[in-house]
């Protein structure tokens, strides 16, 4: 990938999201920020996000939720996948906000107990995927190339078959 930071900015309808790798906090939050974009601006009917936590994702932004509201249209549905959405709550509360607004377009997962150290950290749509291989230095790969992203979203379907739901909506209780 280039060493741009910010290869395509918010905004910029005629780029195309990078193939290739990518490392370090700036270019990975801007690769979320930048997919988040395309995923509105394009339409991509289907998304799935997959981490740990999403401790150290920029889900709380404005500019990511403003691309969340573009890109909710019915029709249109996100996979979250993660062993636990405690830190969701505690650092992106703008996210889980708009995840209550959009409910029915969101299927949240939780990972079983023996695939907790192996969750992808990904995004997978039909257009373009990004995979962090390693979350210390915030390095992966992403792009188009039609042999990864079907890796990539195997090993995403494999780890969707093994969990159950979770993240819900709405707390219910007495």
Not at 4 to 9: I, L
Not at 19 to 35: H, K
Not at 103 to 125: K, N, T
């Amino acid at each position: 990938m280039a060493s741009d930071p910010n290869p395509t900015a918010p905004g910029d309808d005629e780029s195309l999201l990078p193939s290739g790798r990518f490392a370090g906090r700036v270019e990975f939050e801007a690769l979320v920020q930048n997919a988040l974009h395309r995923a509105g601006a394009d339409g991509w009917s289907e998304i799935i996000l997959s981490d740990v936590d999403f401790s150290d994702w920029p889900l709380n932004q404005t500019a990511v939720i403003d691309s969340l509201n573009a890109w909710a249209v019915a029709g249109r549905r996100i996979t979250l996948l993660a062993t636990r959405y405690d830190e969701v709550h505690r650092h992106h509360p703008r996210f889980v906000a708009w995840r209550r607004t959009w409910g029915h377009l969101i299927e949240g997962r939780v990972c079983d107990e023996p695939a907790r150290g192996d969750v992808p950290s990904a995004i997978w749509s039909p257009s373009w995927f990004m995979r962090r291989t390693d979350r210390v230095h915030q390095s992966g790969y992403c792009g188009t190339d039609p042999a990864l992203k079907a890796g990539v979203r195997e090993d995403l379907s494999e780890r969707l078959r093994s969990s159950s739901a979770g993240f819900s909506a709405s707390v219910l209780g007495l």
